[in-house]
């Protein structure tokens, strides 16, 4: 039994991957111009030149020079218009030019682990850039929208080469999103700094991948393989709740977690491999996987 659980484990896990969407035009390659005011806009996303256009300022630019990989990335800089600090946004929302809030976003049907990607930064007077990912479900009973998943990371030091960067999403609830909302600013201080630059190119969903990985960040939990009942030890992990997905990726259930030993039931899961993934305190990203074996 125990070579035959090792042999599902190798298996499966080596190619598991959880199915998900992609990110619109995550590597920046198109573009639509407008004639006048002049100026590109990538496709799928919006930026501040439709608003700031009219006085002829531009926040967003397709780079051909400083590139990751393809033949464009996009750069954001924060500039002066009329008299006020506006940094360089990106976002698949919509900016309210009245209240500068950003909302909507684009369709999603999947619950991404990471958002992940590749930036340079070239901060001024000692600047934040910052990245947010917000998934969101339309609740029709309520008449309402919940936050489904959240991710946020500031970017305050200067990178002058290619940096990766990969934001694990918190969940708070087990549905699946509809919509998803990704932001990026190229200042995030309050009062910002005029001539700060954010690079971005290759941004993508990314989910836990290979057998390697799941080895190197180990879910403390037993008996493995289990028939009844899982004992998840919570102590070093502090993770709020953990995802429950089959082996194929389909999302199955979220458990929340409380301090210290925690008990899940899998008395009525059928027999197969199954994988669990929680978000800790730090953002740390912890994953196991586990045999139910009837």
Not at 75 to 85: C, D, F, P
Not at 161 to 181: C, K, R
Not at 201 to 225: K, R
């Amino acid at each position: 039994m125990k070579f035959f659980t090792l042999l599902l484990i190798t298996t499966f896990i080596s190619t598991w991957a959880i199915a998900q969407d992609t990110i619109p035009n995550a590597g920046f390659e198109n573009w639509t111009a407008n004639v006048v005011p002049a100026y590109n806009n990538p496709d799928g996303w919006t930026t501040l030149n439709p608003l700031t256009g009219a006085l002829n300022v531009f926040t967003a630019f397709k780079d051909s020079t400083v590139v990751h990989s393809g033949h464009y990335s996009i750069k954001l800089v924060t500039k002066s218009v009329a008299g006020q600090t506006a940094p360089g946004i990106l976002t698949t929302g919509t900016v309210n030019a009245g209240s500068g809030n950003i909302t909507g976003g684009v369709p999603i049907a999947s619950r991404p682990a990471y958002l992940s990607g590749w930036y340079q930064y070239s901060p001024v007077s000692g600047d934040t850039a910052a990245a947010s990912i917000l998934l969101t479900k339309w609740d029709a009973v309520g008449d309402s929208e919940i936050i489904v998943g959240q991710a946020s990371k500031n970017i305050g030091s200067a990178a002058s080469s290619w940096t990766s960067f990969s934001m694990a999403i918190n969940y708070l609830t087990n549905a699946t999103p509809d919509t998803v909302l990704i932001s990026f600013f190229s200042s995030a201080t309050q009062a910002g700094a005029v001539n700060s630059t954010l690079w971005l190119d290759d941004l993508s969903y990314t989910a836990i991948n290979g057998i390697n990985e799941i080895e190197n960040s180990p879910m403390s939990l037993y008996p493995n393989p289990a028939s009844q009942q899982i004992n998840i030890d919570n102590g070093n992990m502090q993770a709020a709740s953990v995802n429950l997905y089959a082996v194929d990726g389909r999302f199955i259930k979220l458990i929340k977690m409380h301090e210290g030993l925690n008990t899940l039931d899998v008395s009525s899961l059928p027999a197969g491999v199954y994988i669990l993934s929680g978000v800790g305190t730090e953002g740390n990203v912890y994953h196991s996987s586990v045999v139910i074996d009837k």
